[in-house]
């Protein structure tokens, strides 16, 4: 089906996805959905989580028309590809932390890994660290008030720089520690700030380009891109209506669920 390759976040974070797509796809059709009224996900339980985000992905998948969904948001793609892949017609393109890439960088085979706190303790996330960085020390960070601090950002405001300080504090005893993965599509909005705030200097390793080298594989024909993109949000603003037209989502749409 020609539609827009959809992008579905619990909110702005798939906007950094949506910028490595932009470069690497520029001609394809876009849309973007975010379930913001409920934001943020990586504090909420797991059950609910589930049948919120099929919901949501059902609803926003059916409004858009999309060829393909790319889930923009590990703390959803670490518990719920499965049952998105069996509910939907479409091909479905998960975010999950790039400890393959970082493994494969760090020098000290020391890395951390900057998340919600639902990703740092999924298993789907010990597998990662298991499979892929066997021989790395790997240090879990929660890392939930940054999500609200790339709201913040996205929306026009500065971010508070002391927040970014509180959560990167751990690394002042890690100073071995080389490369941080940002497991997290807000983190990467708040990259510039994050590597200011940081008490020594890292590499930042994130899935963006990952992400968005597999959608052009996996989704065959999407419709290229149009004039104007559609954003689906489930609680209408002004600040996010204005946040989306800036990565290109021109009108803002009300996605109600069934
Ligand atoms: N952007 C989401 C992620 O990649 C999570 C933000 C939230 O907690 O809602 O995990």
Redesign the pocket.
Known sequence: MAGPVLVF???V??LSVVSALRRRLPDVALAYACDNAM?????REDDWLVARILAVCEAAVTASGCSGLVV?????STLALEPLRERLAVPVIG?VPAIKPAAGASETRHIGLL??S??VLRPYTVRLIRDFAGDCRVTRIAA?PL?GQAERLVAGEAPDPEVLRRVLAPLVELPDLDTLVL????FPLLRDQLAEAVPHPVRWVDSGDAIARRAGQVIASPQRRPARELGWVTAPTQALARGLAGFGFADTRRLTLA
């Open positions: 976040d619990s909110g974070g798939g934001l943020p996900y990586g504090v923009a948001c590990n703390t959803a975010t998340a919600t639902a990703t939930d999500v497991g997290c599509t807000h």
